[in-house]
């Protein structure tokens, strides 16, 4: 029985919310968004969980490779592309797909003298300032790499969605007519939506869709959960107790001794902290299960432990299951605690803590 942190990760939830996705976008293919270590939940296991997407999309080339490495065959495209001639040449090794969004990018296709041509996704800055080629300087990109000899025919249009999570907001209807109208003529493939424009923009869809965050169960909104939208927490976090105690009235628990017992009180002591990506912003009253019992975080995260109090929990006892958040315990609720997104909770999750499979 392990006694640190564990994040036990249900494939079955991966695969079910992988469905929502079809369901929500019955006429797109699928590229699913497995970047940093895939939200947290490994990067290869959560692939092999979701083997039935058309596509996958990585950030960086380290991270196609490792899936390489590990016999994957699939469709996989580098979401920022590469940076120089010899990621191109790993590139063409390994059949990598890549979005170009910048000048240089399209100077490096240019000077590429390999056998292969490249798959590449054009990338159209609609309005978010991140990446891409404003649309005034897309129609000299499109034909640059429609003239290199490197690229492959077709390249496929990408744009990014700055404010989808915002359901009434202007932003991205006006993101999605500046896309459609700048390549409607082109008769290319095309994908705008990530989960939220998935779940509540469905004149961004197109013929691709990218969700990353509702594939592990979690709502990219930040009013609701993923259950909202039938979808299952992949990720539960969680822990044991490795020590009880009986503090007084008027005793102080933990750093800076921030809590102070009202009355008696038996404190558990939980093996997890900040060092495993327990946010130390999640702060005193915050809830835990204790044997699915709801109880509330005492005094300051530390590195490897929290203090709770076992108000709620009376019996319980060194060894007993602690839950910090999925199955019972919404991430998005404890990302509100932490004054945070649930992305930044799940990605944050640090190597230290165990993940398991089921
Ligand atoms: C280019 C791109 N597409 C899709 C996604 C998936 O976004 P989400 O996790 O909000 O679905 C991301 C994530 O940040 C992204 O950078």
């Known amino acids: 029985m392990s ?26 293919k699928v590229m699913a968004v497995i970047k940093a270590n895939a939200y947290g939940h490994g990067l ?3 692939a ?10 990585v950030a960086r080339l380290a991270e196609g490779l490792a899936l390489r490495d590990q016999g994957l065959g699939q469709r996989i495209v580098l979401l920022e592309g590469v940076f120089s001639k010899d990621e191109l040449d790993t590139v063409a090794l390994h059949g990598f797909e890549i979005v170009v969004h910048s000048p240089q990018q399209i100077e490096l296709l240019r000077d590429w003298r390999g ?25 000299a990109a499109w034909q ?25 907001s202007q932003h991205t209807d006006a993101q999605v007519s500046r896309f459609r109208v700048l390549v409607e003529k082109l008769g290319v493939e095309r994908s705008a939506a990530n989960s939220a424009g998935l779940l509540a923009w469905p004149q961004a869809h197109m013929e691709w869709v990218r969700p990353g965050v509702m594939l592990y169960g979690v709502s990219p909104f ?18 044991r107790l490795i020590a009880v105690r009986l503090v007084k009235p008027g005793e102080r628990v933990g750093y800076g001794g921030s809590w102070v017992a009202g009355t008696a009180s038996r404190i558990g ?12 912003q999640i702060g005193s009253g915050s809830p835990v299960l204790v044997a699915g019992q709801r109880c509330k975080i005492a005094g300051r995260v530390s590195m490897d432990m929290i203090a709770i109090d076992l108000a709620n929990a009376q019996s319980a006892q060194v060894g007993d299951d602690v839950t910090l958040w999925g199955q019972g315990l919404p991430v998005e609720e404890m990302a509100t605690c932490a004054a945070t997104i649930p992305y930044e909770l799940i990605c944050g999750v640090s190597q230290r803590v165990t993940v398991e499979y089921r």
């Open 3 to 28: 006694w640190g942190p564990r994040a036990i990760v249900d494939s079955g939830a991966l695969r079910h919310n992988l469905g929502v996705v079809r369901r929500y976008a019955p006429r797109s």
């Open 222 to 239: 930040a009013d609701g959960v993923g259950a909202a939208f039938d979808l299952r927490a992949a990720m539960t976090l969680c822990t």
């Open 48 to 57: 092999r969980a979701l083997i039935g997407a058309d596509a996958f999309g």
């Open 44 to 46: 290869v296991p959560t």
């Open 144 to 168: 640059a790499l429609n003239e290199c000899p490197s690229v492959s025919a077709k390249p496929r249009l990408m744009t990014h969605l700055a404010s989808a999570d915002e359901r009434d």
């Open 269 to 280: 002591i939980a093996a997890i902290g900040y060092g495993d990506g327990y946010p130390r």
């Open 115 to 139: 056998v292969k041509q490249h798959h590449v996704w054009i990338k159209v800055d609609s309005g978010m300032n991140r990446l891409g080629f404003r649309i005034e300087d897309f129609p």
